[in-house]
T-cell receptor
Framework: AQSVAQPEDQVNVAEGNPLTVKCTYS??????LFWYVQYPNRGLQFLLK??????LVKGSYGFEAEFNKSQTSFHLKKPSALVSDSALYFC?????????????FGKGTMLLVSP | EAQVTQNPRYLITVTGKKLTVTCSQN?????MSWYRQDPGLGLRQIYY???????DKGDVPEGYKVSRKEKRNFPLILESPSPNQTSLYFC?????????????FGSGTRLTVV
């Protein structure tokens, strides 16, 4: 079975400060990992993904995420937060070696960036 | 424009009145899926389809039906809606269920059952 944990329901950060949204995962094999963002009254938008190779993945809107296999983590980061980054963020995992599998999502973390 | 289109965006209905939420994608994706989003529970998968005429249950299939008669369409059917099906629903598609791709999501359908 595969699962994702996002331990924080909400993250608060001031504009201009660095931000981190945490994600840990569990799969039986090796993972494909994803981050999605949901703005109010909108669908989920793809931010970035880890497939293989470099552990630091860069994505849309200046976001990046670091894959850490030993800690089974895939934390989302941004060096300088913007008020417009305020949204709901979802981490998702798919087991690479299961043959086929759907994406399993975490419960989401609300990011609030204050001016 | 490549997209997943859901209709309607908002729906208020009464208990027991059958309804259908439509989903269509124009990317020739094989894989389609329905999720519901509830506060504190995140996204939970209802049903998915790996190709035409191939569907399977997700984590929370009770009270829902789906069909996949054409590759582009994957409607979600609630035969007898109940208030616990009040939720935000998302349709998603992917090129394949195997491999490294993520999903493309529709804009969502907010359903209220009274």
């Amino acid at each position: 079975a595969q699962s994702v944990a996002q331990p924080e329901d909400q993250v608060n950060v001031a504009e201009g400060n660095p931000l981190t949204v945490k994600c840990t995962y569990s799969v039986s094999g090796n993972p494909y990992l994803f981050w999605y963002v949901q703005y109010p009254n909108r669908g989920l938008q793809f931010l970035l993904k880890y497939i293989t190779g470099d552990n630091l993945v860069k994505g849309s809107y200046g976001f990046e995420a670091e894959f850490n296999k030993s800690q089974t983590s895939f934390h989302l980061k941004k060096p300088s937060a913007l008020v417009s980054d305020s949204a709901l963020y979802f981490c998702a995992v798919r087991d690479r070696e299961s043959g086929y599998s759907t994406l399993t999502f975490g419960k989401g973390t609300m990011l609030l960036v204050s001016p | 424009e490549a997209q997943v289109t859901q209709n309607p965006r908002y729906l208020i209905t009464v208990t027991g009145k059958k309804l259908t939420v439509t989903c269509s994608q124009n990317m020739n994706h094989e894989y389609m899926s329905w999720y519901r989003q509830d506060p504190g529970l995140g996204l939970r998968q209802i049903y998915y389809s790996m190709n035409v005429e191939v569907t399977d249950k997700g984590d929370v299939p009770e009270g829902y039906k789906v069909s996949r008669k054409e590759k582009r369409n994957f409607p979600l059917i609630l035969e007898s809606p109940s208030p616990n099906q009040t939720s935000l629903y998302f349709c998603a598609s992917s090129l394949s269920i195997v491999g490294r791709g993520g999903y493309t999501f529709g804009s969502g359908t907010r359903l209220t059952v009274v």
